[in-house]
């Protein structure tokens, strides 16, 4: 791995960390898990639904996961 190459690596990490950092903290003012607007995200974005193995895939979520917070939301 160059030099180059391991300066683009950290500033994606830095950009992914601080990404998350501000859906974690939309997250919590409006009273959800990151995880939960994870999958609200995905689902808005869905123009023809998805499965739930889809969203899993998506979310990087277990189905158990997924599953709990589909109900949670209903």
Do not use: P
């Amino acid at each position: 791995m160059t030099k180059e190459d391991r300066k683009n690596a950290y500033l994606y990490c830095r950009f992914r960390d601080e990404q998350l950092a501000l859906y974690d903290e939309y997250a919590k003012r409006h009273g959800m898990l990151m995880k939960t607007l994870l999958v609200v995200n995905v689902l808005f974005y869905a123009t023809d639904g998805l499965t739930q193995t889809e969203i899993c895939r998506r979310t990087f979520q277990s189905k158990q996961t997924v599953n709990l917070i589909v109900k949670n939301l209903l």
